[in-house]
């Protein structure tokens, strides 16, 4: 089996996810920093891996962890052994971190929500409106980012003075680039962080999650400080990068489709439609790390070997043809039936996905409600993904907005 390296700059995602289809089920794939896993590319495999109990979360089982080949200044350390959460944990503890979470996340709680988001919305629309309008603007650090962050923040009761430090050590996170050296430091300083943040809830408690996380470690669900400290990071940070990379993508996937945005424009085409192509043809995740392996698994016609590593790479059995037909590669805004896995699926589905369809629900259409004229400012070929191979997430998205809808031009 050809392993496949994955590009630590991400110059080419979909080439490279289309190198990962054409290897089978299962590829082995080095990721960046020289470590080897195994990647599931297709969709029928991917789902039937992540209800597979042989398949688990816990560090301990990769062997590659056991021989002490895995250093603790990989810059994707905090990804592969971000601490104790429902991230790494499976059955009966993760079944009882992840309804902490869930109950505050259900469709029915996460509606109500929608009123605030609608605000949040208006707000970062009038600050667009107010900028120089012969002027390109970022997209993705003017509107994708702010909402987002704004609306887990408060959901989790974080203070938006944390915001631009939360900002600058998510953005070593996430990074291949970030210096070994630095990455000790950096999980440090988001730990130091995250204390504080429930520390300070714990003294003042208010009507948020981190709170209710709190309240309920100390009525008898017995989290410890670690789990809630844990719990916190994760939720913030897939609560809003999820959520940025989605809006950018739909933004980008209708400008490069202009007769689709039409439709969508004139109501020909609903936003859920959009939305949903989006997140299977254009995932805002591209792989997860890491689950492994507790014994042999076939996978197709292929092993993956017990106490191995498997990632789940999104980006490439989002267009997986057996599952979505000859045009799996091609951007259908009125595909159906899209029964994609962008949130994942089985017990570990992220509980978080309502919440970021909601937020994408409500943005996009006010955005071009507004801005009907907005467009890319630069060719979509000389739009860049950040170093993340994690995440599908462009450094920047230049915009022209155009006039706003009833300015006197």
């Known amino acids: 089996m050809t392993r496949i390296a994955l590009d630590p700059f991400v110059r080419d995602l979909d080439g490279e996810s289309a190198a990962l289809r054409a290897a089978g089920p299962l590829a082995e794939v080095e990721l960046p920093g020289g470590v080897h896993v195994y990647a599931v590319t297709r969709h029928a495999e991917a789902r039937a891996l992540l209800t597979d109990s042989r398949v688990v979360k816990d560090i301990n089982v990769w062997g590659a962890w056991q021989r002490g080949e895995i250093p603790m200044d990989w810059p994707l350390i905090g990804l592969a052994n971000p601490g104790r959460s429902m991230l790494t944990v499976d059955g009966a503890d993760h079944r009882r971190l992840r309804a902490l979470v869930a109950q505050a996340l259900t469709v029915r709680r996460v509606e109500r929500l929608r009123e605030g988001i609608e605000a949040l919305t208006n707000a970062s629309l009038e600050k667009l409106a107010a900028l120089p309008a012969d002027q390109p603007v970022d997209l993705k650090a003017e509107f994708a980012y702010p909402l987002p962050m704004n609306v887990i923040s408060e959901l989790m009761g974080v203070d938006a003075a944390d915001h631009p430090r939360l900002k600058e050590l998510f ?19 988001l730990g130091t962080l995250f204390t504080k ?28 400080d670690e789990e809630i400290v844990n719990t916190l990071q994760l939720i913030i940070a897939a609560g809003h990068e999820t959520t940025i990379s989605l809006i950018v993508n739909v933004v980008e996937a209708l400008q490069t489709h202009p007769e689709q945005r039409k439709k969508v424009l ?20 591209s792989h997860v790390l890491i689950r492994f392996a507790t014994e042999d698994i076939e996978v197709g016609d292929k092993i993956l070997p017990k106490g191995e590593g498997l990632i ?9 043809e057996e599952q979505y037909g000859p045009t799996a590669g091609e ?27 909601l937020e994408a629900g409500i943005a996009l259409p006010a955005l071009y409600e507004r801005f009907p004229e907005l467009d890319l400012a630069v060719p979509a070929s000389e739009l860049r993904n950040k170093p993340i191979v994690t995440q599908n997430d462009l450094y920047e998205l230049p915009v022209e907005l155009g006039c706003p809808f009833g300015h006197d031009a």
């Open 197 to 224: 943040i429930v520390d300070d809830k714990r003294a003042n408690p208010g009507d948020d999650l981190t709170s209710a996380l709190i309240a309920a470690s100390e009525d008898g669900d017995h989290l410890t």
């Open 312 to 320: 789940i790479s999104f980006g490439a059995l989002g267009r997986d």
């Open 331 to 357: 951007f259908d805004a009125t595909r159906t039936p899209n029964r994609h896995i962008a949130f994942g699926h089985g017990p570990h589905v992220c509980p978080g996905a309502a919440l970021s369809r």
């Open 171 to 189: 953005e070593k996170f996430f990074s291949t680039q970030t210096p070994p050296e630095e990455v000790p430091q950096m999980m440090a300083d």
């Open 266 to 285: 004139g109501g020909e085409i609903g936003w859920d439609g959009v939305i949903e192509e989006t997140l299977r043809w254009n995932t805002p995740t």
